[in-house]
């Protein structure tokens, strides 16, 4: 090594260590063992191009035979090759396989194979110049056989083969003509007279020898260049040996200092990562700040616009309000009024007295932020039982939906807003509702449409489609320290996708939609409303749904203190 060359930190120099002995010059030698190694070569070459000739040229000859015979023979008006070929483009046809054609040219193909290969079993050993055929046979890899067959055309010879330790072994020639897609393969012997027994005899009588001058020209060869090279790398490693004691303290210094660069080189490293990732780490806290602003911002619009047209709602509704409750307060003070239709008015105010009272209970709910819940005991039992009183009748009246509620006997307190989770739970049953809407809605279209049915079928379908029922069902129960709510339908059900994008705000499948006019549908704000409720709760949402399979909205809320001990 040059005395100006430093070494590199990954391989430094230990004491006392010379290293490796440096590569032979190669082309010092080349001129020296050139002409030897050139006449060497070429006996080599010689002997072996006359070996391999000498090996292969009597069964090269007999697999051009049978590939002629193959090739050329016609039992009927066409040759082999033609009726593969033929079967080959039967069988890739661009417009589709035609199997009664198919199996015409498999069987057309069966018969040339046993005409071929019958004669060779029949005058087994009488024919000194022909050999004896094992099997004969289509390969088609492309393609499968036609229906009905388990394979392509092929002939076996009832003769068995020759023994493992028979000197005339089972040859194969694999022939393809045309394009190469379908092969002809044919199994066969050696020539009956024993002619490739002579001729193992003869090769081994003279393989023998020249194998002995080839391993004796190898031996001398070697030992020359052998002999010769040790010479000339003892001379190069004394000559190196000398050089490296010289240069030795020097490489130590420099190694020295290349370990002291490397080692202020990775501090240095070391404290760009980290400003890096102090930096990185600013940036994320950041933008997690400024993405929770404008999420608390996105949701005071959201409830102020929700106030504000809920107000619109309430005052339109109080002034529709007034005439019918006037209306009923003259009728009930004339007199003469039958006792049976004063009770009845009695009941249409007190339920309109009802209505507005519910109007602004649902009005404070939705107004309020949900962040600034008021939060005292509820009793989720006696919610949904609230719930179901106030739905039950309506749903299957006005609805036609089968409302049924599978409450828990024991009271399940939680800790929550009550006109929250009221309307909360609310939202969940008016979203089953919607869905048994569609789902009737799809059963209708469905059998409007039905392919194949004539007017009687339709209209059957049609009865069926409308005798369809809506079901709904609120469960509760408790399980461990969380109490269950349940809400269940037989609806349109949900793809995955929708039921990923189904709690965002003002994600909707409804909107512009005539079936839920009336409904208060449409809006996409309904989940997202149950959303932050649960939320700021504590409480979790699981919702199981697949298309036309029905939904079910699973929420999970920590009982109070008292009950969850």
Known sequence: MPADTPPTAA???????????????????????????????????????????????????????????????????????????????????????????????YDEIEAHLSALAE?????????????????????????????????????????????????????????????????????????????????????????????????????????????????????????????????????????????????????????????????????????????????????????????????????????????????????????????????MLEEVRATLGTVTERLQQILRTVRRDPNRAELTRVDLTALLRETYRTWGEMAWEKWKVRLTAEIADAPLTVSGDVSHLQQAIENLVFNARDATFEMRNHLREGARRAPGLDAAGRKQKLIEAAAWKGEVILRTRREGDRAVLEVQDNGIGMSEEVRRDCLKTHFTTKRDNALYEGYSAGMGLGLSFVAVVLEHHGASLEIDSAPLRGAIFRVRIPLAGSEGA
């Open 11 to 105: 391989s430094p120099i230990e004491p006392n260590n010379i290293g490796p002995a440096p590569r032979l010059p190669v082309w010092r030698y080349v001129g020296r063992l050139a002409p030897l190694m050139v006449c060497w070569l070429g006996l080599v070459v010689w002997l072996g191009w006359l070996l391999y000739a000498r090996a292969n040229w009597t069964r090269q000859t007999d697999e051009a035979d049978i590939r002629e015979w193959l090739a050329e023979t016609r039992v009927f008006r066409k040759s082999l090759p033609e009726l593969v070929k033929e079967y080959a483009e039967i069988a890739e046809s661009p417009a589709g396989r035609d199997e009664e054609r198919l199996r015409t040219k």
């Open 119 to 343: 004669p060779t079993r029949m005058y087994s050993g009488r024919l000194p110049l022909f050999p004896e055929v094992y099997f004969l046979g289509i390969e088609y890899p492309d393609r499968g056989p036609p229906t009905g067959r388990s394979a392509h055309p092929a002939w076996s010879s009832p003769v068995p083969r020759p023994g493992v330790d028979a000197k005339a072994k089972v040859r194969a020639v694999l022939y393809a003509p045309g394009d190469g897609h379908a092969a002809i393969r044919c199994e066969y012997g050696v020539h009956t007279n024993h002619q490739f027994e002579e001729e193992q005899k003869t090769r081994r009588s003279w393989q023998l020898p020249a194998g002995g001058v080839l391993a004796l020209g190898f031996g001398l060869t070697g030992f020359v260049v052998y002999r010769f090279l040790r010479r000339e790398r003892l001379r190069e490693v004394h000559g190196w040996e000398v050089k490296v004691s010289s240069e030795h303290r020097e490489r130590e210094l420099l190694a020295a200092q290349v370990r002291q660069q490397e080692a202020e080189r990775e501090t240095q490293e070391l404290s760009s990562k980290l400003l890096a990732g102090e930096l990185e780490k600013a940036k994320i806290e950041s933008r997690a700040a400024e993405a929770e602003r404008a999420a608390l911002e996105m949701k005071s619009q959201l409830y102020a616009s929700i106030g504000i047209m809920a107000g619109s709602y309430a005052h339109n509704i109080k002034n529709l309000l007034v005439r019918p409750n006037d209306l009923i307060a003259r009728c009930m003070d004339a007199e003469g009024l039958p006792r049976e239709q004063h009770g």
